[in-house]
T-cell receptor
């Protein structure tokens, strides 16, 4: 069975600083990987996804993520954080066969300070 | 806006009661998933339907059930409610693509409070 670990429960960054949120997955084959963002009181919005091909994927709102098979990681990055990026971020993994449910990490809460 | 709608947005009820949560998937999506988000358990998969048939089951309690109707909307029924059932319930939908997981688009959720 697949699993996802987001080691950081809460991260605080200054506005304009760079950001990296960590995600490690466990899955026996090539995974399908996703990052979602949840603003307070809101649903989950897809930021980006990796299915195959280029291991550096670009998403919305200036986010990118890099798939590293050797490290079983799919870290999310943003070069310059805006106050509106404050939210909860979830990494998720899906199987590469069948239309299957996602397994989510526990999430990382991002706070942005002036 | 993901195109997935959920009603109601908020639901407050008492222990022992029964409620129904409704989800309308994106136009054309055949798969519907239900997830529960709570502070202690995080986001947990409950159940999946594809074109009216149950496809996969996760950590869904026997007191909970779901169905997907011919028009593809889905309902999640929660009965004999307990305080611990208080959570945010999300519905997600995805199109059918043969042989692989596809992107799931999430609705805004229904916040259930059991008093």
């Amino acid at each position: 069975a697949q699993s996802v670990t987001q080691p950081d429960i809460h991260i605080t960054v200054s506005e304009g600083a760079s950001l990296e949120l960590r995600c490690n997955y466990s899955y026996g084959a090539t995974p399908y990987l996703f990052w979602y963002v949840q603003s307070p009181g809101q649903g989950l919005q897809l930021l980006l996804k990796y299915f195959s091909g280029d291991t550096l994927v670009q998403g919305i709102k200036g986010f990118e993520a890099e798939f590293k098979r050797s490290q079983s990681s799919f870290n999310l990055r943003k070069p310059s954080v805006h106050w509106s990026d404050a939210a909860e971020y979830f990494c998720a993994v899906g199987r590469n066969s069948g239309n299957t449910p996602l397994v989510f990490g526990k999430g990382t809460r991002l706070s942005v300070i002036a | 806006d993901s195109g997935v709608t959920q009603t109601p947005k908020h639901l407050i009820t008492a222990t022992g009661q029964r409620v129904t949560l409704r989800c309308s998937p994106r136009s054309g999506d055949l798969s519907v998933y239900w997830y529960q988000q709570s502070l202690d358990q995080g986001l947990q998969f409950l159940i999946q339907y594809y074109n009216g048939e149950e496809r996969a089951k996760g950590n869904i309690l026997e007191r909970f059930s779901a169905q997907q109707f011919p028009d593809l909307h889905s309902e999640l029924n929660l009965s004999s409610l307990e305080l611990g059932d208080s959570a945010l319930y999300f519905c997600a939908s995805s199109p059918r693509l043969a042989g692989r997981t596809d992107t799931q688009y999430f609705g805004p959720g229904t916040r259930l409070t059991v008093l």
